[in-house]
């Protein structure tokens, strides 16, 4: 089954101890992403991959980090966590058209409820 | 940057009526792409719809259509013969088309309620 996986699906931890949320996807996409979401945001995309060791800022960056060693994962690390990065976190791939730019369907994970004490 | 808006945080239909969400976007690009996705309880985000800005014929997908008014910058969504289970969260999402851009931005979202 195509699928994007995500875990934990939910973690409390503490202000201050280095987390990691992996996202593996089996489907051969290049481009996956994380966003989170807040209650009157919406989503917000804080990181991006285009392809294998090819990352890009989204639009909330500060506080996370991001590495695609292997085109099926693509985990997102926070190295201090702090109490204003409780959210939801989710994950999506998808294909990239020939022409570059093109994205096509995104596929979501479950997300990721996270809560930083 | 691109902003997208939704003016509506929440709205209500009755079962079986027809309700149409709003959404407006700020763009300088000529060329993008336009999407409407569903969260319901579950949390899943789901794609119901997509619209290439080049494309002048309106997207429709079953009980889903937009109206694309891309003078006005306008891609609202909307849903016939509503049923219980499109109660959700809608988000309206845009993306730059062209090599090298890749970044998505959502709306705030639209929560909508069916009336049984």
């Known amino acids: 089954e195509a699928q994007v996986t995500q875990n934990p699906r939910y973690l409390i931890t503490v202000t201050g101890k280095k987390l990691t949320v992996t996202c593996s996807q089996n489907m051969n996409h290049e481009y996956m992403s994380w966003y989170r979401q807040d209650p009157g945001l919406g989503l917000r995309q804080i990181y991006y991959s285009m392809n294998v060791e090819v990352t890009d800022k989204g639009d909330v960056p500060e506080g996370y980090k991001v590495s695609r060693k292997e085109k099926r994962n693509f985990p997102l690390i926070l190295e201090s966590p702090s109490p204003n990065q409780t959210s939801l976190y989710f994950c999506?791939?998808?294909?990239?058209?020939?022409?570059?730019?093109?994205?096509?369907?995104?596929?979501f994970g479950p997300g990721t409820r996270l809560t930083v004490t | 940057a691109q902003t997208v808006t939704q003016s509506q945080p929440e709205m209500s239909v009755q079962e079986a009526e027809t309700v149409t969400l709003s959404c407006t976007y700020d763009t300088s690009e000529s060329d993008y792409y336009l999407f409407w996705y569903k969260q319901p309880p579950s949390r899943q985000m789901i794609l119901v719809i997509r619209?290439?800005?080049?494309?002048?014929q309106n997207a429709t997908e079953n009980r889903f259509s937009v109206n694309f008014q891309k003078a006005a910058k306008s891609f609202s969504l909307k849903i016939s013969d509503s049923q219980l289970g499109d109660a959700a969260m809608y988000f309206c999402?845009?993306?730059?088309?062209?090599?090298?851009?890749?970044?998505?931005?959502f709306g705030k979202g639209t929560k909508l309620s069916v009336i049984p």
């Open positions: 999506a791939s998808s294909l990239l058209g020939l022409a570059g730019g093109e994205i096509y369907e995104q596929y």
């Open positions: 999402a845009y993306k730059n088309s062209g090599a090298g851009s890749y970044q998505l931005t």
């Open positions: 619209q290439e800005a080049y494309k002048q």
